[in-house]
């Protein structure tokens, strides 16, 4: 939206609140709400990869390579989604909203997190892999491929740390918001 469009609906929206100040926390409860639920699914979703399916393919799978092939396959669609849902979170949240900084900080925090993990560091792994070929196994622990592919390695799960535990701010902040409980004045 243009400037002058946003702040005509904005006035609008406030215009519309003042007239109906129930309605208004009905409203901010049902975008409440709906931020609870991305918010839950996507942290769900992200604790399932790093405490089940990274540690199984490791496990099960015959090689590293192919466990980690695996989890390249995965963590994209993890940081993607986490990015729409920390935007979708933003978007749901009107400014003055109650708990609104929670609730924003914690939409920003995982869209960070999410977008440094996909867009900063997974085209560095990737082409790193790429260059050290089928196996980072294969390198001496100290061949600086090897050293360099860890230090990103620990900077993703580091990036999707950060993004589940701003997920967490954002759920609690819009589960707050949810339970305001309308005026019946």
Do not use: K, Y
């Not at 002058?4 to 100040?21: C, H, K, T």
């Not at 997974?122 to 980072?136: D, F, H, K, Q």
């Amino acid at each position: 939206m243009t400037a002058p469009v946003a702040a005509i609906a904005a006035r609008r929206r406030r215009e519309r609140d003042a007239a109906d100040p129930v309605g208004a926390v009905a409203r901010n409860q049902l975008r409440a709400l709906v931020a609870v639920v991305l918010c839950a699914l996507w942290g769900g979703a992200a604790l399932i990869v790093v405490s089940t399916v990274a540690p199984a393919a490791f496990r099960v799978l015959p090689t590293r390579s192919l466990a980690g092939a695996l989890v390249g396959q995965v963590l994209p669609v993890l940081f993607i989604s986490g990015m729409i849902v920390g935007v979708m979170t933003l978007v749901l949240t009107p400014r003055g909203a109650p708990r609104s900084v929670l609730r924003r900080i914690g939409a920003i925090g995982t869209l960070a997190g999410c977008t440094v993990a996909q867009v900063v560091i997974g085209p560095r792994i990737a082409a790193l892999r790429e260059r050290i070929g089928p196996s980072v196994e294969a390198l001496a622990a100290t061949d600086p491929l090897r050293v360099t592919f860890g230090q990103l390695h620990g900077l993703s799960v580091l990036a999707l740390g950060v993004a589940m535990v701003f997920a967490l701010i954002a759920l609690v902040g819009a589960t707050l918001a949810a339970r305001t409980a309308p005026s019946t004045d």
